[in-house]
């Protein structure tokens, strides 16, 4: 695992506005608090080993069969797994820049890398360009290897069209990764789910660990999954101030931004650092965003930012601003 994942909010004691998330963070999750105040009986046994309340849930949402759905504790966790489980493969292609989590799995059970690896690894929309595939896309690239992993985890982050989960199970080599976290604005809760056709997820669920889902979470889930809502209100207003910032920031001298569909979007810096930049802003102005220096193909120019309330962005560009003119 590597230091320096978005949000390293725990480093600092006085950030006011957080950039670092790729998570929503407008969400009032009032409702949740209380529901899960009045179940923490539930931390007096031992929950269901699989979650397969939750699987079901999520099963009939999707469309597919609860043996097509397994529920992990969170997306990485589903990385791990099926790096373990397929470590037999030998080789994998990652397509980068991207999480670097896929990376480090491959490392750890002794993946060799090629670009015409068995596993490839693919995050749709892309952390952190925030650049999307189309399915007719993912499609052709799952033709090219044994299997796929589609990183989903930001699905609910765009307007654009991907792969669902009816369509992927459809595919005898192609697996889907969900983040409850990001769906529902709820990183702490640990919460996520893979989707795969029944024999792929069987085997993967002869690598898990029993009790995976603690009881909490596991009443989180099957509590939010009932309500049918995910954590943006109005995604597409969201995405146009995301639009806006990124157009802002580009018009100060130095600052160049790319391209995104999603929420986040990747900048670069002229003049310095942008492990430079995020003490400044941190330090002088309580705002947090992300050195992106340590995603693999990246320079030490590269940060990335995600979109939060007008007044908030407002005030980034004002700071950056005050960087770059000082």
Not at 239 to 246: I, M, V, W, Y
Not at 250 to 255: L, S
Not at 285 to 314: K, M
């Amino acid at each position: 695992m590597i230091e320096g994942h978005g949000d390293d909010l725990y480093r600092y004691d006085h950030i006011k506005m957080n950039f670092s998330s790729n998570i929503y963070n407008g969400t009032d999750l009032t409702a949740l608090q209380t529901y899960l105040s009045s179940r923490m009986d539930v931390v007096r046994s031992y929950p269901e080993p699989s979650a397969a309340s939750l699987e079901r849930l999520i099963a009939g949402e999707c469309g597919i069969s609860a043996e097509e759905v397994l529920v992990t504790s969170g997306a990485v966790d589903a990385i791990y797994l099926i790096a373990q489980a397929y470590r037999h493969e030998g080789t994998c292609r990652i397509v980068r820049p991207t999480f670097r989590e896929y990376e480090d799995a491959c490392r750890v059970f002794g993946y060799q890398e090629s670009e015409d690896g068995a596993l490839c690894w693919l995050c749709n929309p892309n952390n952190p360009t925030g650049s999307v595939m189309s399915p007719s896309e993912v499609m052709a690239l799952a033709a090219r290897h044994r299997l796929l992993i589609v990183d989903q985890s930001y699905e609910d982050y765009t307007q654009a069209p991907l792969l669902t989960p009816a369509e992927a199970v459809q595919c005898d080599n192609i697996i889907v990764l969900h983040s409850m976290t990001k769906r529902y604005a709820v990183p702490g809760l640990r919460l996520g789910y893979i989707t795969a056709p029944a024999a792929i997820i069987a085997r993967l669920r002869e690598q898990y660990r029993p009790w995976a889902i603690n009881a909490l979470s596991l009443e989180a889930g099957k509590w939010l999954v009932g309500r049918g809502q995910t954590a943006i209100p109005d995604l597409p207003s969201y995405l146009s101030e995301t639009q806006r910032l990124r157009q802002t920031l580009g018009g100060i001298e130095g600052i160049d931004t790319m391209e995104t569909s999603t929420n986040f979007f990747l900048c670069t810096i002229q003049g310095a650092k942008a492990s430079e930049l995020k003490e400044y802003l941190a330090c002088e102005h309580g705002i947090l965003i992300r050195d992106a220096s340590n995603f693999t193909g990246l320079t030490p120019h590269h940060f990335r930012i995600a979109t939060q309330s007008p007044t908030e962005n407002d005030a980034l560009v004002a700071a950056i601003g005050f960087f770059q003119y000082n």
